[in-house]
T-cell receptor
Framework: AQKVTQAQTEISVVEKEDVTLDCVYE???????LFWYKQPPSGELVFLIR??????QNEISGRYSWNFQKSTSSFNFTITASQVVDSAVYFC???????????FGSGTKLNVKP | KAGVTQTPRYLIKTRGQQVTLSCSPI?????VSWYQQTPGQGLQFLFE???????NKGNFPGRFSGRQFSNSRSEMNVSTLELGDSALYLC????????????FGPGTRLLVL
């Protein structure tokens, strides 16, 4: 079974629209970390956010916000007022326990059209 | 501060050959992890090194190996290349006491013909 599921393969929006990228994870560990990474066409994965399992507070950083809900094992990512530069593939990832082994979702390709 | 660097950026090999990829971590980062990214399998963890020792390993055959040097630079080697080894190989580095936060390099794109 997939440990990290990103059901949305590709999303297209028009600039200035809000968009939410879904991430559902599966783990039996009580201690774990969740991440979001952005991968532009250049290929390099850009770190966006890290959240540990004991911190369920939502976070906002500029136009980005994250909603972590342990009850539904979800860690969703919202971009407000999207811009063309947000076009990329976004990956959600899980790191369990003390092992530095990451499980990545299959990614969601976001297309923001002008 | 310079980011993670990987060399070469692009590589073309033929089946049966072997290849060595290099990764230089961010200065001060002593943990280096390697990932393979393919359209079919997505991003998969290969292995992690710090203090010149392999700490974690993913589910890859023994043809995939790595090592780390005393300056934290790391290399990964793939022997007896197969067509399915064509992929983007990403390296990530982190501080040893903050290994959960990884910073990725631009990757090496390997094409096996």
């Amino acid at each position: 079974a997939q440990k990290v599921t990103q059901a949305q393969t590709e999303i297209s929006v028009v600039e200035k629209e809000d968009v939410t990228l879904d991430c559902v994870y599966e783990t039996r560990d009580t201690t774990y970390y969740l991440f979001w990474y952005k991968q532009p066409p250049s290929g390099e994965l850009v770190f966006l956010i890290r959240r540990n399992s004991f911190d369920e507070q939502n976070e906002i950083s500029g136009r980005y916000s994250w909603n972590f809900q342990k009850s539904t094992s979800s860690f969703n990512f919202t971009i407000t007022a999207s811009q063309v530069v947000d076009s990329a593939v976004y990956f959600c990832a899980l790191r369990e326990g003390n092992f530095n082994k990451f499980y990545f979702g299959s990614g969601t390709k976001l297309n923001v059209k002008p | 501060k310079a980011g993670v660097t990987q060399t070469p950026r692009y590589l073309i090999k033929t089946r049966g050959q072997q290849v060595t990829l290099s990764c230089s971590p961010i200065s001060g980062h002593r943990s280096v992890s390697w990932y393979q990214q393919t359209p079919g399998q997505g991003l998969q963890f290969l292995f992690e090194y710090f203090s010149e020792t392999q700490r974690n390993k993913g589910n890859f055959p023994g043809r995939f190996s790595g090592r780390q040097f005393s300056n934290s630079r790391s290399e990964m080697n793939v022997s007896t290349l197969e067509l399915g080894d064509s992929a983007l190989y990403l390296c990530a580095s982190s501080l040893v006491d903050r290994r959960e936060t990884q910073y990725f390099g631009p990757g090496t794109r390997l094409l096996v013909l």
